[in-house]
């Protein structure tokens, strides 16, 4: 059983002004399904075809092809589902609470933006819940992510925006953090608490 491109819950135009259709078309249409492809090309015939993708980010491996495009389709999977039109505001229920005890939404919000913009080149920011339960913002480089054992911070990602310029360039161009301001707009914040519960 092979990979797949997941489909998603909403239209390409569904997240303007913030994200724009043309970029949320390319990015899910091409960009994403040439990870699902190249992982599944990568992966073919080895110990870790039939494994999940949260299997094969925490397993780890040394081969890029698999390092690359299975963190590229576990990451773009999980961020088409961290977007909404129209959503929240503001996190909600043990999220809200967690990042009460790192500061404030307002505080995580600056910490968040800070990892998104400083990371140099391609990669995530993220909000990780530890296995206490507790919250940390990080990034990764290229396609990693927390999941992986090479993560600087490890743990479970339950919010993650792509710096990658593949996802801003056609509407902000050089103003990265332009894109991760507008990004709070769209945070899909029930989906944040569904995974934190997970
Ligand atoms: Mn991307």
Avoid: C
Wanted: charged share 25%; glycine share 8%; hydrophobic share 35%.
């Amino acid at each position: 059983m092979s990979f797949e491109l997941p489909k998603l819950n909403y239209v390409y135009d569904a997240l303007e002004p913030t994200i724009d259709a043309r970029t949320m078309e390319i990015h899910h249409s091409k960009h994403h399904q040439a990870y699902v492809d190249n992982l599944n090309n990568a992966i073919a015939g080895t110990e870790l075809e039939g494994k999940s993708i949260e299997e094969i980010q925490k397993i780890g491996t040394d081969k890029p092809a698999v390092r690359n495009n299975g963190g590229g389709h576990y990451n773009h999977s999980l961020f088409w589902e961290l977007l909404t039109p129209g959503g929240r505001k503001a996190p909600v229920g043990n999220v809200k609470a967690e990042i009460e005890k790192i500061g404030g939404f307002e505080k995580f919000k600056e910490d968040f933006s800070n990892a998104a913009k400083t990371r140099f080149g391609s990669g995530w920011a993220w909000l990780v819940k530890n296995s206490d339960g507790s919250l940390t913002v990080t990034s990764t480089p290229n396609q990693d992510n927390p999941l992986m054992p090479v993560a600087d911070v490890q743990g479970t990602p339950v919010l993650g925006l792509d710096v990658w310029e593949h996802a801003y360039y056609l509407k902000y161009q050089n103003k990265r953090p332009d894109y991760v301001a507008a990004f709070f707009d769209v945070i899909n914040w029930d989906k944040v608490e569904e995974l934190y519960n997970k």
